[in-house]
């Protein structure tokens, strides 16, 4: 029958224009979001000036540290600090301490998250922090996890920016009230960590053919808190929107990249809030920080791989934040 033929052919061209057409728009789509946002972050790096004092451009707080783990709160630290950071302080379990300390000279170490009066110790060092970066190395101790509670509350009532990450996600997953809805919560959960947490606050299955919906209804669950689901391609929301950094890297896992994340990130979130809608274009300051670090971590992914490929590991990434933060965001 050749119109029947005819008119099949006919819609399988037209499908076939259709999907070449709508796909094209999704990737110019995607390839302007990319310049926008790497905009957006330019937009909310604080200029170099001479007329700035020490500490005005980030004084940054990590909370984690304990017997087993050391290394993880090192990077977070020290990742701040190279991404531009004035000063990154450290907040561990007093044996964590000294090995901290005698990785670098350039953090500040205080021992006090096991001793019975933490949560006074950190809240009066809270006045000079500009953002809080809660679980690397932390480890899953019943007194720490307690302790680590008391500064959440502590430092919510100051609206301090607070990122998650690790077994800081760990303690959100078993009371996520803690975060609900504090609107200055940045969560960074692994494949894993992410797992938990929707578990806690989602009661369906996870459907996983729909990434993108499920970091949106996290974090819609969670009371609209930024989400960045780490993975493959990192995608953020903010229970609104749902954007995705895609910033090559390379098929190097080794541990401690989302440490040089979000110890980036905690910086990044001050910058941003500090700039405001104005310089955000009105999309949401944690989000653009969030895209910043993200594309960051990527890119010394990327640029230590193409150095040292299989024998890449987070300390060669941490030396290449400052090239790769110029190559990305430097005017
Ligand atoms: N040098 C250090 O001190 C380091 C310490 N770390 C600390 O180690 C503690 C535990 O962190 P973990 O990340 O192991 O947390 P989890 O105990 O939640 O374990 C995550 C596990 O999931 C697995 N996984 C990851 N992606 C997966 C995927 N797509 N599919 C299936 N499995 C997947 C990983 O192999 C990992 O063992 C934290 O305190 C963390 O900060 C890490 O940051 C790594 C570096
Ligand atoms: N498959 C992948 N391809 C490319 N980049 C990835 C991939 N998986 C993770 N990443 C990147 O690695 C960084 C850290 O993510 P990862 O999932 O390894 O975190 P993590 O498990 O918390 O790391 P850590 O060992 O520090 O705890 C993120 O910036 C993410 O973009
Ligand atoms: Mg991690």
């Known amino acids: 029958e050749p119109p029947l033929l005819a008119d099949s052919e006919l819609s399988w061209r037209q ?20 310049e926008n946002f790497f905009q957006l972050v330019k937009n909310i790096v604080p200029a170099l000036t001479e007329k700035k004092h020490k500490g005005q451009d980030g004084r940054i707080g990590i909370v984690g540290g304990c017997q087993e783990y050391t290394g993880a709160p090192y990077f977070a ?18 044996e964590a301490a000294p090995v901290i300390k005698s990785y670098s000279p350039e953090l500040i170490v205080h021992p006090v998250l096991d001793s019975p009066n933490a949560v006074q110790e950190v809240k009066k060092w ?8 809660v679980g690397p190395g932390l480890g899953r101790d019943d007194l720490l996890l307690k302790n680590v509670k008391g500064i959440l509350e502590a430092s919510k009532a100051r609206d301090i920016p607070i990122v998650i990450d690790a077994d800081g996600l760990w303690l959100i997953a078993q009371e996520p009230a803690l ?7 940045i969560l960074t959960p692994n494949h894993m960590e992410f797992s938990r947490l929707w578990e806690a606050v989602v009661s369906s299955p996870v459907d996983s053919s729909d990434d993108h919906a ?13 989400v960045v689901q780490k993975g493959e391609h990192d995608l953020i929301s903010d229970g609104q929107q749902v954007v995705r950094c895609s910033q090559e890297g390379s098929s190097r896992r080794c541990g401690g990249q989302g440490d040089l994340l979000s110890g980036s990130l905690g910086l990044m979130a ?39 490929g299989r024998s890449t590991t987070t300390t060669d990434m941490i030396a290449e934040i400052g090239a790769a933060f110029s190559k990305l965001f430097e005017t």
């Open 77 to 94: 630290a020290m990742s701040a600090l190279k991404a531009g950071a004035d000063l990154s302080y450290v907040f561990c379990a007093r």
């Open 179 to 185: 975060i609900q809805g504090y609107q200055k919560a």
């Open 126 to 133: 809270l006045p000079r922090l500009h953002a809080l970066v």
């Open 15 to 34: 499908g076939y224009l259709f999907l070449q057409r709508t796909f094209s728009l999704h990737t110019a789509h995607l390839r302007k979001d990319m």
């Open 214 to 226: 499920s970091v949106l209804r996290l974090s819609q669950a969670l009371g609209n808190v930024t």
């Open 270 to 308: 001050h910058w941003a809030l500090l700039a405001g809608l104005e310089k955000t274009n009105g999309t949401s300051p944690l989000l653009v920080a969030a895209w910043g670090a993200c594309s960051l971590t990527r890119q010394c992914n990327h640029q230590a791989f193409q150095k040292y």
